[in-house]
């Protein structure tokens, strides 16, 4: 059974600083790495998507994803109380599904 | 213009009792999924449309049935609610059909079943 994991957190940074999301998966030929935002009472949106080992940057966010370990990471600089949100990790799960993690609750104080 | 709606937002009803949410997209999209998410946050699929065609049925008791009567349109009716099935529903589409396709999600309906 192909499994995506995340500590569900909360997690709690300072207004400025550096947030970091981390998930890891079974699936060792997975491809495709999915993060979705979730606000309180709110759908998921997607914010980032990773294929390939390494980085992908897309203004403060960052998606790593390390194959060889299977984990993938979301940065999150200069955090915002606007950023406090649950962040959810996705991956393949088989033809046209995605599994998603339990989700880290990110709380950004002022 | 709204790009995935459902109806309604909010189902409270007694156990046992049978009802429908609705799902439509106008984003010309060929694949409808229907998730259920738990009071944990947990996000899990339940079923997939392709162009009207079920492609995704994951171990969801019998009495949740889809019907898709066109490809802009998923609906999901439930039989003998139970406490249980109280959590929120969300409906998704993507363009196509593979996992890298960017899903698109619905506002939700909260279902409680008391």
């Known amino acids: 059974q192909k499994e995506v994991e995340q500590n569900s957190g909360p997690l709690s940074v300072p207004e400025g600083a550096i947030a970091s999301l981390n998930c890891t998966y079974s699936?060792?030929?997975?491809?495709?790495f999915f993060w979705y935002r979730q606000y309180s009472g709110k759908s998921p949106e997607l914010i980032m998507s990773i294929y390939s080992n390494g980085d992908k940057e897309d203004g403060r966010f960052t998606a790593q994803l390390n194959k060889a370990s299977q984990y993938v990471s979301l940065l999150i600089r200069d955090s915002q109380p606007s950023d406090s949100a649950t962040y959810l990790c996705a991956g393949p799960g088989g033809y046209n599904k995605l599994i998603f993690g339990a989700g880290t609750r990110l709380a950004v104080h002022p | 213009d709204t790009a995935v709606s459902q109806t309604p937002k909010y189902l409270v009803t007694q156990m046992g009792n049978d009802k429908s949410i609705k799902c439509e997209q106008n984003?010309?999209?060929?694949?409808m999924y229907w998730y259920k998410q738990d009071s944990k946050k947990f996000l899990k699929i339940m079923f997939s449309y392709n162009n009207k065609e079920l492609i995704i049925n994951e171990t969801v008791p019998n009495r949740f049935s889809p019907k898709s009567p066109d490809k802009a349109h998923l609906n999901l009716h439930i039989n003998s609610l139970e406490l249980g099935d109280s959590a929120v529903y969300f409906c998704?589409?993507?363009?196509?059909?593979?996992?890298?396709?960017?899903?698109?999600f619905g506002p939700g309906t909260r279902l409680t079943v008391l």
């Open positions: 984003l010309g999209h060929d694949t």
């Open positions: 998704a589409s993507t363009k196509g059909a593979r996992t890298a396709d960017t899903q698109y």
């Open positions: 699936d060792r030929g997975s491809q495709s």
